[in-house]
């Protein structure tokens, strides 16, 4: 017997949205009676969406990210970071994570092959939307189709991180239909992951504007610094919009996307120096293709429709199908034993080979969401009211088959020939599951005193739903279970004068954690639950070309779990409080003039994990001693300051220069579960540079060097088995011809 699921979301689908056209009508017939009349007393109402026209430079003044509506940063009792497609454009990152070493508090996070594992404020977690939605996905689409990166510091009710990281999200926004027409050719060349084509065309295919479409495609085929890492990527996105009248709007967009990659693990530590194998920086533990290989395939559809029924009232209605697999072969070798706390060659003395552990498997990952939402905004008194409610319902089956493979040994110092072998017809474990969110909330803002003070308070009804279930066997190993969580929010802003806010928040939000043996028994544990205080000031002069903001934070974590030590039978799993994060980070964007441009973040805490009661008994490798208390969370640089400079030259029109300065301090290697401390991979300083020389209105070339001084450091650290070396310094250039 096979236990599988459908989700049912489709009829829902179309009864929401043939409600949303009902709806409209009788709205466009409101609009038609109110004619152009505007009540006084009627406040302006937001929209569900961000024309690009609204901000300057390279930064966003604006976000939809932690409200579902268009809202000034200035206004969120939460830290938000926005940056507009100039700035992905200037730093043109090798790796998409790397975008964030420019957001204060924020940095790349434990690898660059997918597009999740980003760490804010010292939680590294897979808090990844794209348009609001979380599609599964397992490497990263061309960052030519996004038009903006919305960076939420924090947990957020509305947007639930699917492993419930309360550090923060991205919420990338994709490209969107215009009506000018144009089209641009871009061919990029260069020494590492550089190689690529695309093209973006846009404009209109009506006479009225009405209806408007836009295709981004790219070819991306690029080798790498490292040994056995390769990317050979296609991306297409077409999109529609259709304006039906000046209050409504529909867009559908589409994705495909897939990925063929190689098996890089970097390079694990040596159980001697408790460092990494002093090898080649390109060095490898992982074997060739075909033998290891990643092939990842995305498809995707969504829409997003908006309408404003009247001066009152904005409804919004979204969704999302998406299907992702995952075809790998790879192979890890372990040099230390987490379990025994121990090296995993008894008395290895440098000649020894280490045994890896291999896993051939092929993913199938269903994912359908639906959100909507309504908007209302009223005045009592001398009060306005601005009212959000919604709900999102979301599921996502999926289904992992795992094959019989074996790899051969791995010597650091003397490599034989990588023999990996497949065995297609014998299944070792075929494991679906499905998990479904349900979830209503509501979030209002109060304007007080001329809109000098605003209060917000909301909450979340959440119900999740989980089950796992053994296909070769037909018994489910995880029974069916629901949880239900109400998740508060509340903030205070309040402006000093008209351009000097200060702000406090509370913010939580949770994720399943499944189910595991307690006292011998299968129960349901705890949900991860995640809750951040947090208090600051934003501040803008010079008619809003300088912003800044800092804030303190106190972000924290509980009901981790962690693998129990001593091994248990009936609790092999302990629950711990997890991380507490507390510092002070900020961000500063100053449009000097039209020629200048500064940017610059900044980041200070201190992160820290807690040890569970299995710590009483270890002596932690890199002090020598038992600890019991914390220790200092993986790959996170606790201590961080970035500077971007743009200038545009007044005696060569067209040419421009950027300049990327980010510093890391020292990084802590520790275990997978963040309960074994091995040392520090050292701080780091990279700068890059950009060159940009558009030479009409046709033709634009651009140059960029990454870590131009060609310093050696430590890129990421996933577990003191997965440390991945930086790149030297690396050399691309592009040309982009629109027509």
């Known amino acids: 017997m096979k236990i599988i699921k459908k989700p049912k979301a489709l009829p829902l689908i179309t009864s929401l949205l043939t409600l949303s056209l009902a709806l409209t009508e009788v709205g466009a017939q409101n609009n038609t009676k109110s004619g152009t009349e505007v009540n006084s007393e009627i406040v302006q109402l937001p929209a569900f969406e961000i024309k690009s026209d609204t901000d300057t430079g390279f930064v966003g003044k604006s976000s939809l990210g932690s409200t579902r509506i268009a809202v000034d940063l ?133 006479a009225d504007n009405k209806l408007l ?44 996307h ?22 080649p920086d390109s060095a490898s533990d992982s074997g060739p293709a075909p033998q290891h290989h990643r092939i990842d395939t995305q498809k995707r559809l969504w829409f997003n429709f908006t309408t404003r029924l009247n001066n009152n009232i904005a409804y919004h209605l979204s969704g999302m199908t998406a299907n992702a697999t995952h075809d790998r072969k790879v192979a ?9 706390n121990a090296p995993a060659v008894a008395g290895y003395n440098g000649t020894q080979s280490f045994p890896r552990s291999s896993s051939a498997d092929y993913d199938n990952n269903n994912y359908r969401d639906l959100q909507t939402d309504i908007n209302l905004n009223f005045k009592t008194g001398g009060a306005e009211h601005n009212l959000l409610v919604g709900g999102e319902l979301r599921s996502s089956p ?62 979340t009804r959440s119900q999740s739903s989980a089950d796992q279930s053994d296909q070769i066997k037909g018994v489910y190993t995880t029974a069916p279970y629901t949880l239900m969580k109400n998740l508060k929010q509340w ?55 300088l912003s800044a903001n800092a804030a303190y934070f106190d972000t924290q974590q509980t009901n981790n779990t962690v693998a129990t030590f001593p091994t248990s039978i009936t609790n092999p799993k302990t629950l711990i409080p997890g991380v507490i994060s507390r510092g002070f980070d900020g961000d500063l964007s100053f ?40 220790i200092p969370v993986d790959n996170t640089a606790q201590q961080a300051m970035s500077l971007f400079v743009n200038y545009r030259m007044a005696s060569i029109e067209g ?38 020389y558009r030479y009409n209105k046709h033709l634009k070339y651009s140059v960029n060097i990454d870590n131009l001084f060609n310093q050696k450091y430590i890129y990421s650290v996933r577990s003191e088995n997965v440390i991945i070396k930086g790149a030297p310094i690396g050399l691309k250039s592009s040309v982009t011809y629109t027509f």
Not at 409 to 435: G, I, K, L, M, Q
């Open 74 to 206: 200035n206004e969120l009792p939460q830290s938000v970071k926005v940056l507009n497609s100039a700035m992905l454009q200037a730093v043109n990152p090798m790796n998409m994570p790397d975008i964030l070493n420019y957001v204060g508090g924020a940095q790349n996070g434990q690898l660059f092959i997918s597009p999740g594992r980003i760490n804010i404020r010292g939680f590294t977690g897979d808090a990844d939307y794209v348009d609001g939605f979380a599609p599964p996905a397992n490497s990263n689409p061309e960052s030519s189709i996004f038009d903006r990166f919305e960076v939420i510091k924090g947990p957020s009710s509305i947007f639930l991180a699917a492993d419930g990281t309360p550090g923060g999200i991205v919420n990338k926004i994709t490209k969107s239909p215009t009506s000018i027409a144009s089209t641009s050719v871009t061919a990029q060349l260069g020494m590492y992951d550089a190689n690529s084509v695309g093209i973006d065309s846009n404009g209109s295919l009506s």
């Open 491 to 545: 903030g205070i802003v309040y402006k000093v004068f008209n351009n000097i806010n200060i702000f406090t928040g509370y913010n939580e939000n949770f994720a399943t954690n499944g189910s595991g043996l307690v006292n011998g028994v299968t129960a349901v544990l705890p949900p991860k639950q995640g809750k951040q205080t947090e208090a600051g000031i934003k501040a803008e002069f010079f008619n809003k070309k």
């Open 258 to 279: 897939k990925a063929y990659t190689g098996d890089f693990q970097g390079v694990p530590i040596d159980p001697r120096t408790l460092k990494p194998f002093d090898l």
């Open 398 to 459: 999926g289904r992992r088959t795992t094959y019989l493979s074996s790899d051969t040994a791995w010597n650091p110092y003397n490599p034989t020939p990588d023999v990996y072998t497949v065995d297609y017809n014998t299944v070792t474990a075929s494991v679906a599951s499905h998990d479904t969110n349900k979830r209503i909330f509501s979030l209002e803002t109060i304007k007080l005193f001329n809109n000098r003070l605003l209060l917000s308070a909301g909450v």
């Open 591 to 630: 449009q000097v003039n039209t020629r200048l441009f500064l940017l610059g973040t900044f980041s200070f805490y201190k992160a820290k994990s807690v040890l569970g009661p299995g710590a009483a008994a270890v002596v932690q490798p890199y002090y020598g001693k038992i600890l019991t208390t914390t």
């Open 213 to 256: 479409y836009r295709v981004v495609l790219n070819k991306h085929y690029a080798s790498s610094y490292y040994d056995w890492w390769y990317t050979h990527r296609i991306d297409v996105m077409p999109a529609l919009s259709y304006q039906f009248n000046e209050q409504t709007k529909l867009v559908v967009k589409a994705l495909y």
């Open 332 to 340: 890890t070798p372990v040099t230390w034993n987490d379990s025994k």
């Open 655 to 692: 040419l421009s220069f950027g300049v990327g300065t980010n510093y890391q301090s020292k990084r802590a290697i520790t275990d997978s579960a963040n309960q074994l401390m091995f040392g520090y991979a050292p701080g780091r300083t990279l700068v890059q540079l950009n060159i940009n």
